[in-house]
């Protein structure tokens, strides 16, 4: 992909291409009963990637002047999204990054894609796959996943179901006590239970 080409790329049209292919990729692999009905995993997966889209902050990064067996073509492509925002079609593209010069980046890797400066290593030597920290999934891919975009589509399946934290996310049974490390109520007796209370007793016949 040229230059002109990667900056002119509609990403919110390619962002609602993949929440499409998303579904149906989903729907094909996790097949639910007529009801809706199924498998409590497979609930979980399917409203996963029926929250598609996702908001999603763009960057190219150029690979010119990196060694790297990874490398694919001029450009890999990093992509962040904020899975707590479900059904949002939101894009901020922010141009291009070198990744022989990250020392001019850093700013935008650490605020917008959530990178630590002493793990920068891996990615300017494009060593870098994808990270997870709820609710941000980041990830560099070194093919054009407009060009590919049904294996990018299959590809992003993979990676995001295979995250259980993530999955559990979107369950229908969530123990909101651990969730939000709430304490349970107590287990009454039965005389407490079945005690008259005092508000009660005044309009109970003596």
């Known amino acids: 992909m040229s230059t002109s080409l990667a900056i002119s790329v509609d990403w919110t049209a390619f962002l609602e291409d993949v929440g499409h292919r998303l579904k149906k990729l989903a729907a094909d692999r996790w097949k639910l009963q007529p009801d809706g009905s199924g498998h409590d995993t497979w609930l979980a997966l399917r409203r996963l990637f029926d929250a598609f889209p996702f908001p999603l902050d763009v960057a190219l990064v150029g690979t010119t002047g990196i060694e790297s067996n990874r490398k694919d073509a001029a450009y890999a492509t990093l992509f962040r999204y904020d899975i707590a925002q479900r059904n949002t079609l939101a894009v901020r593209f922010h141009g291009v990054i070198q990744a022989d010069d990250l020392s001019s ?15 920068l290593g891996g990615f300017e030597k494009l060593n870098f796959s994808w990270q997870w920290a709820f609710p941000h999934f980041t990830q560099l891919v070194m093919y054009d996943p407009v060009s590919k975009a049904e294996d990018y589509a299959r590809d992003l399946l993979d990676d995001l179901s295979s995250l259980q934290d993530l999955v559990e996310e979107f369950s229908p049974k969530i123990d909101f006590n651990h969730k939000y490390a709430l304490q349970a109520n107590a287990i009454l007796e039965e005389a407490t239970i079945l005690q008259v209370s005092e ?4 309009f109970a016949p003596s």
């Open 199 to 202: 508000l009660s007793s005044s």
């Open 105 to 119: 980046h850093l700013e935008l890797l650490q605020t917008v894609f959530g990178f630590e400066e002493d793990n």
